[in-house]
C-alpha cells in the first residue's frame, strides 16, 4: 500500500522544513474546519501527523513561505550552466538572432508565493525536477523566438515550462519512474498532474490564460492521443503546443545521458503526428551535430532487434485481423485504437522500420552498429507507443470489458493479447 498523493506531498513538506526555515502565513485548516496550525508558525517534523490525518484547506503551498526560496536570478543562473553544459542546448542558442536573449523571459517572469515554495520543493527534494522545468522553459522559449512571438508571450512561455510539473511535486516518487509498475488507479493519479499545475497558477491569480492553458494541456497530443482530456489540432492552444515537444525533448534528453540525442531525433520522427510537423522542423538542432552528425550508443545485439519488430508485428496483424469485417464506430475504444494504431503503422514504414520480415530489416546490419542502434531505438519508441495505447485505452474506457457488442469484442481481444505479449504482470488489468 502506497501513500496517496496528500500524504506524500506532506511528507515531502516537512522533509523540506527540515532544511530551510518554512513559516505558515496563514492558518492550516482541515477541509472540516478544524484548525491545525496557526498563522506564523515554523514547521517541524513533529508537524507531519497532525497535517497527514486530514485534508487540507486551502492547499499547503498557499499557506506557506520558504526563506531562501528560488528566485529569478537563480533561475538565470541555472539556465547559464545547462546551456553551458548542454550540448544540444549551446548548439540551439548560437541559431538564434544576434538581438535574441533566451535568458530575459526568465528575468522577469513573475513567480508568486506558492510558485517560489514548489519551486524550492524541487530544488531540496527533487532537484532532477527544476533542472527539467527550466530545461523546458529555455526550448519553450527558443521555439517561441522561432516563431516571431511577442515578449509577453516568450514570458508566459518561461512560465509554463517552468511551472508545468509543478503538480507531480503532490505526488509519490514512485509513481514517476518510468519503470515503476503502476495500477489504473495510480496512472490516473499521475495523468492529474497537470490540473494540480493549473490549481495552483490559477489560485495564484497573477498568471495569463495563456500560460495556465499551456500548462494544462502539456500532455495532449495533436491526434488526440494525449491527455487528460483527449484534445487534438486547434483545440490545444499555441503555446501547449510548444511546450509539449519542449518537455518531451527535455525529458528524453535527461533520461538518455549516452545517446540522448540520437533518441530525440527518433522520439520526434516518429511521433510527427502526434507533436505536430511544423514545430518539428526547428528542433533538429537539437540532435544534429554539424560536425559529427547524431551519436548513437553502439553495442545492441541482433536477437534483440528481431524480438522487438516481432512484437510491433504481432501488435499490428492481430489487431488488422480481429478487425476484418467490424465495423468501427466513432468514439468509441476502437475507433481510438484504429487511428493510433493505423498512424503509427505509416510511422514505421516511414521510418524504415519493416516489421513484416525482421531478418530482411536487419539485412546487411550485422555490422553496421550505428544502424543497428538506431533501428533499436525505432523499435522501442513503436513499443512504447503500443503500450501508451493499452494504458490510455484503460484509462478513456475503463469498463471496455462490459462492451458486448462486436467491436467491444475486438477491443477486448487485442488488450488481453497485447497486455499478456508486452507488459508486466503487474501493468496487467486484471479480469
Known amino acids: 500500500m502506497h501513500e496517496n498523493f496528500e500524504t506524500s506531498y506532506t511528507r515531502s513538506v516537512i522533509e523540506l522544513s527540515d532544511i530551510l526555515p518554512v513559516i505558515t502565513s496563514q492558518a492550516i485548516f482541515s477541509r472540516t474546519g478544524l484548525k491545525l496550525v496557526n498563522n506564523g508558525v515554523r514547521l517541524n517534523p513533529t508537524f507531519f501527523e497532525r497535517l497527514a490525518q486530514h485534508s487540507i484547506m486551502p492547499p499547503l503551498e498557499e499557506c506557506l513561505v520558504v526563506e531562501n526560496g528560488v528566485s529569478n536570478d537563480e533561475l538565470v543562473a541555472r539556465a547559464q550552466l545547462l546551456m553551458q553544459s548542454e550540448p544540444p542546448l549551446a548548439r540551439m542558442v548560437k541559431l538564434l538572432p544576434a538581438d535574441a536573449d533566451l535568458l530575459q523571459p526568465l528575468r522577469v517572469v513573475a513567480l508568486s508565493e ?8 524541487a530544488r531540496e527534494r527533487r ?11 529555455l526550448i519553450s522559449i527558443y521555439l517561441g523566438i522561432r516563431l516571431g512571438m511577442s515578449q509577453q508571450r516568450l514570458v508566459d512561455l518561461a512560465c509554463a515550462g517552468l ?3 509543478l503538480g507531480e511535486l503532490c505526488l509519490d516518487q514512485r509513481l514517476l519512474d518510468f519503470k515503476a509498475h503502476l495500477t489504473t488507479q495510480e496512472r490516473q493519479q499521475l495523468y492529474g498532474h497537470p490540473d494540480i499545475s493549473r490549481r495552483i497558477l490559477q489560485n495564484s491569480r497573477i498568471y495569463s490564460m495563456e500560460t495556465i492553458n499551456a500548462v494544462m494541456q502539456h500532455h495532449e497530443r495533436m491526434d488526440g492521443s494525449g491527455y487528460p482530456h483527449g484534445l487534438s489540432g486547434n483545440e490545444i492552444t499555441r503555446a ?3 511546450l509539449m515537444i519542449a518537455e518531451v525533448a527535455g525529458s528524453v534528453l535527461e533520461q538518455s545521458a549516452c545517446d540522448g540525442e540520437a533518441r530525440l531525433e527518433i522520439t520526434l520522427k516518429l511521433n510527427a503526428q502526434r507533436f505536430g510537423a511544423n514545430l518539428l522542423g526547428f528542433m533538429s538542432v537539437m540532435y544534429e551535430d554539424e560536425k559529427n552528425g547524431v551519436v548513437v550508443s553502439p553495442h545492441v545485439r541482433v536477437e534483440h532487434i528481431h524480438n522487438q519488430l516481432n512484437h510491433i508485428r504481432l501488435a499490428f496483424n492481430f489487431w488488422q485481423r480481429l478487425l476484418d469485417n467490424t465495423p468501427v464506430q466513432p468514439r468509441t475504444a476502437a475507433s481510438y485504437m484504429q487511428q493510433h494504431l493505423t498512424s503509427l503503422m505509416v510511422a514505421t514504414l516511414d521510418a524504415g522500420i519493416n516489421t513484416s520480415d525482421k531478418n530482411l530489416a ?9 544502424g543497428l542502434a538506431e533501428l533499436d531505438q525505432l523499435s522501442k519508441e513503436a513499443l512504447w507507443q503500443i503500450k501508451e495505447t493499452i494504458f490510455e485505452v484503460q484509462r478513456r474506457w475503463p469498463n471496455y470489458r462490459s462492451d458486448v457488442t462486436s467491436q467491444g469484442a475486438v477491443v477486448k481481444s487485442w488488450m488481453d493479447y497485447m497486455q499478456e505479449l508486452l507488459l508486466d ?3 496487467r488489468t486484471p479480469n
Not at 127 to 137: D, Q, R, V
Open 425 to 427: 504482470v503487474l501493468e
Open 362 to 370: 536487419t539485412a546487411g546490419m550485422e555490422q553496421d552498429e550505428k
Open 240 to 242: 501547449a503546443q510548444i
Open 163 to 165: 511551472c508545468h510539473d
Open 114 to 121: 506558492p510558485v517560489v515554495f514548489m519551486l524550492t520543493l
Open 127 to 137: 532537484p532532477h525536477a527544476l533542472t527539467h522545468s527550466i530545461m523546458a522553459a
